[in-house]
């Protein structure tokens, strides 16, 4: 079983998108795949037409060993492809993490998946914080939309201070550029001259395209919107990308 990771201390940048596609294509390419829905805003879970769920402390029961994680397991609409939905509780997830000590605790909850799972995707809250730093370490390998812009650039070096901080491999990180305008200048020369801190991108990239803002109104991935949108071939080539990356 892989386990690969969508993450940026930054929101708005396209990971929960990325991370829904990605899975989406992964279940269609016949992997056996699971998406773990770890922001509490539950954007992964609302893409794939799950309704939330408000009742129950299951981050706190989980924490605690009470729940196996694998009760909280979901299918979805499409062949292969399980949820483990957002819930509000995930909100003090970092809190409990904190409190009960464990640096392996993620790793631990995800161990007995791999009988039923080939790939495991993590949609993680954007944050620098006890889950990130579990997040990272647990990962196979982490995809990391970047905005072409200043600001966001500034967000990737602060995660690469972060995991080394953590003592974490960096060579797991993987920046990609997303929501891509090419009318604007330095969507473009980022696009065509990365800066130092992005030579080692991935050469696809997501562009801004109206189909990706969609999923929120049809509740499914890209290619369900429409197959061929320049958005869905760009899903595809990440998808090929992450495959070859991850070794899946």
Known sequence: MRIIAFHNLKGGVG?????VNIAYLAAGHGIPTLLWDLDAQGAASWYLGETPDLVGEKAAKLVKGKTPVGRMIRPTAYDKLDLIPAHPSFRN???????????????DWLKPLSEDYGLVVLDCPPSLSKLAEQVLATAD????????SWLSMNSWEQLLHFAREKKIKTAKLHPFLSLVDRRKKVHLEMLNAPPQALKNRMRSFIPYASDVEKMGE?????ARIRSRSPAALAYEMLWKEIRKISRL
């Open 15 to 19: 990971k929960t998108a990325a991370a």
């Open 93 to 107: 997830l970092d809190l409990r993490l904190e409190k009960d000590g464990n640096d392996h605790m993620l790793k």
């Open 141 to 148: 390998q982490v995809f990391v939309p970047i905005i072409p």
């Open 218 to 222: 049809n509740r499914c991935p890209v």
